[in-house]
């Protein structure tokens, strides 16, 4: 199954939900994809492996790279509640240096909110009658905190 | 990393697979082996995978070892990739081969160029960065030691030519022999 990649932006956390293979033919993408989601000066990163079917060492690499760089600055979280994910970063001594959640939900929830994101927040004037969800660490997409 | 020595391949890096073992002197007599042939190129790799289901589903092996097995595989086809990167015609050589207590599996390159030693291949990537804690965290170099973890056995020898052939055998649940463990052999029996 090929490579698929999307990229959204969950607050202030960019989620990249990958699918399918991460192999060598294939790794350079996930890099690429990562290596812009962990751009900004303090990068919050979810890698969302829920819908990944294989991965390979040169995948394994690919994580562990983007892991190095984020984590100079910010925060990178794995989600992968596949047993056969999770086996080969126990087998290589991974499981022991990712953040790994089973659900994004719980990734979101394990990065530290930024205290202008919160004065953000209470100053958009959000109608919270209506429903609106004003968490900065809620799924779905966009909000806009302006 | 984890690198419990009673899970690791008994791997005779330095000494090459025996002439006995390779998959040609056997031709003729191992009706049920399962060659397949792909360009030397990783979008085939899965061709390569789905073959080894294939085969290996037919067996009685565990779910976890199939995922193992299929995973050392691509590793190892990896390597061929990558040793071939200089010859453009390149292909790689697969060949399954099922017996009644083991699978055995040889992958074949055409690589000109001979590997440093064992088949590690120039990763992509680039190579780690040296520094303490999570920054020593090898981006490379994973490949041969899945491939350990993951299998039974694994050899390797490389020709004159530089053409380089790995073995991989897994042992079906509760087949491995006990001598394994001291001299890292295993019998050559064919499937009945």
Same mark, same amino acid.
């Given at each position: 199954?090929?490579?698929?990649?999307?990229?959204?932006?969950?607050?202030?956390?960019?989620?990249?939900?990958?699918?399918?293979?991460?192999?060598? #033919?294939?790794?350079?993408?996930?890099?690429?994809?990562?290596?812009?989601?962990?751009?900004?000066? #303090?990068?919050?990163?979810?890698?969302?492996?829920?819908?990944?079917?294989?991965?390979?060492?040169?995948?394994?690499?690919?994580?562990?790279?983007?892991?190095?760089?984020?984590?100079?600055?910010?925060?990178?979280?794995?989600?992968?509640?596949?047993?056969?994910?999770?086996?080969?970063?126990?087998?290589?001594? $991974?499981?022991?240096? +990712?953040?790994? +959640?089973?659900?994004? =939900? /719980?990734?979101?929830?394990? +990065?530290?909110?930024?205290?202008?994101?919160? &004065?953000?927040?209470?100053?958009? *004037?959000?109608?919270?009658?209506?429903?609106? /969800?004003?968490?900065?660490?809620?799924? *779905?997409? =966009?909000?806009?905190?302006? | 990393?984890?690198?419990?020595?009673?899970?690791?391949a008994q791997?005779v890096? /330095?000494s090459s697979v025996p002439d006995s073992a390779m998959p040609?002197a056997t031709?003729?007599t191992d009706?049920r082996r399962? /060659?397949?042939? &792909?360009?030397?190129?990783?979008?085939? &790799?899965?061709?390569?995978?789905?073959?080894?289901?294939?085969?290996?589903?037919?067996m009685n092996?565990?779910?976890?070892?199939? =995922?193992?097995?299929? $995973?050392?595989?691509?590793?190892?086809?990896?390597?061929?990739?990558? #040793?071939?990167?200089?010859?453009?015609?390149?292909?790689?050589?697969?060949s399954l081969v099922p017996y009644s207590n083991r699978l055995e599996i040889f &992958?074949?390159?055409?690589?000109?160029?001979?590997?440093?030693? $064992?088949?590690?291949?120039? #990763?992509? $990537?680039?190579?780690?960065?040296?520094? =303490?804690?999570?920054?020593?965290?090898?981006?490379?170099?994973?490949?041969? +030691?899945?491939?350990?973890?993951?299998m039974d056995e694994v050899q390797?020898?490389?020709?004159?030519?530089?053409?380089?052939?790995?073995r991989l055998v897994k042992y079906l649940p509760g087949q491995r022999p006990v001598h394994l463990e001291n001299d890292g052999t295993a019998p050559a029996s064919p499937m009945a």
């Amino acid at each position: 199954m090929d490579l698929r990649l999307r990229s959204r932006k969950a607050g202030d956390v960019t989620v990249v939900e990958v699918g399918g293979e991460v192999e060598l #033919h294939s790794a350079s993408q996930l890099r690429d994809e990562l290596s812009r989601a962990g751009e900004s000066e #303090h990068p919050c990163v979810v890698v969302d492996l829920s819908r990944v079917s294989f991965i390979d060492s040169t995948g394994l690499g690919v994580l562990v790279g983007a892991f190095k760089r984020v984590r100079e600055r910010g925060h990178l979280a794995l989600v992968c509640p596949q047993r056969s994910v999770r086996r080969i970063l126990e087998i290589t001594g $991974l499981g022991q240096v +990712f953040p790994l +959640f089973n659900r994004v =939900e /719980d990734a979101l929830a394990s +990065f530290p909110l930024k205290d202008d994101a919160n &004065i953000n927040v209470l100053s958009s *004037g959000t109608d919270t009658s209506s429903g609106a /969800d004003a968490s900065t660490q809620s799924e *779905g997409g =966009e909000r806009n905190e302006q | 990393m984890n690198n419990s020595s009673s899970n690791m391949a008994q791997n005779v890096s /330095d000494s090459s697979v025996p002439d006995s073992a390779m998959p040609d002197a056997t031709a003729g007599t191992d009706a049920r082996r399962i /060659d397949i042939v &792909i360009p030397s190129n990783a979008e085939f &790799i899965r061709v390569v995978r789905l073959a080894l289901l294939g085969v290996a589903s037919r067996m009685n092996f565990s779910f976890d070892d199939v =995922e193992d097995i299929k $995973l050392a595989l691509s590793e190892a086809c990896n390597n061929a990739v990558l #040793h071939s990167q200089t010859n453009e015609n390149a292909r790689v050589m697969v060949s399954l081969v099922p017996y009644s207590n083991r699978l055995e599996i040889f &992958i074949s390159d055409e690589g000109r160029v001979p590997p440093p030693g $064992l088949p590690r291949p120039r #990763h992509p $990537l680039g190579e780690a960065d040296s520094g =303490e804690g999570w920054q020593h965290l090898p981006e490379g170099g994973l490949g041969l +030691f899945l491939m350990q973890s993951l299998m039974d056995e694994v050899q390797h020898r490389t020709a004159a030519d530089a053409n380089t052939t790995v073995r991989l055998v897994k042992y079906l649940p509760g087949q491995r022999p006990v001598h394994l463990e001291n001299d890292g052999t295993a019998p050559a029996s064919p499937m009945a």
